[in-house]
Nanobody, 121 residues
Framework: QVQLVESGGGLVQAGGSLRLSCAAS????????MGWFRQAPGKEREFVAVCSGSGGTTYLADSVKGRFTISRDNAKNTGYLQMNSLKPEDTAVYYCAVGSWGVGEKSYRYWGQGTQVTVSS
């Protein structure tokens, strides 16, 4: 069993930056791939980024490539999503999840409760 708690969301102006954190309970965090997803109002949840259990391999959605970075610190049982050059269209609730490597929701077994990110123009 893994419990995930996201933090770091908030209101930021376009062009600004935020760093989301995902704190995990349990001793198996490093054995799972970690992903970030987001859901904007009226839209389906979409994949943002994933990194391997070691953090050595990452993959990002085209919409955030070059602006967002995913990383993790297994010693701290914490994952991160560094978001730079934010745009209003990045406004969404952001979720972290752990499970198997993949871009689909079904790859992930455990989910956090989400954190709101709002980007003003």
């Amino acid at each position: 069993q893994v419990q995930l708690v996201e933090s770091g969301g908030g209101l930021v102006q376009a062009g600004g930056s935020l760093r989301l954190s995902c704190a995990a309970s349990g001793r198996t965090f490093s054995s799972y791939a970690m992903g970030w997803f987001r859901q904007a109002p009226g839209k389906e949840r979409e994949f943002v980024a994933v990194c391997s259990g070691s953090g050595g391999t990452t993959y990002l959605a085209d919409s955030v490539k070059g602006r967002f970075t995913i990383s993790r610190d297994n010693a701290k049982n914490t994952g991160y999503l560094q978001m730079n050059s934010l745009k209003p269209e990045d406004t969404a609730v952001y979720y972290c999840a752990v499970g198997s490597w993949g871009v689909g929701e079904k790859s992930y077994r455990y989910w956090g409760q989400g954190t709101q990110v709002t980007v003003s123009s």
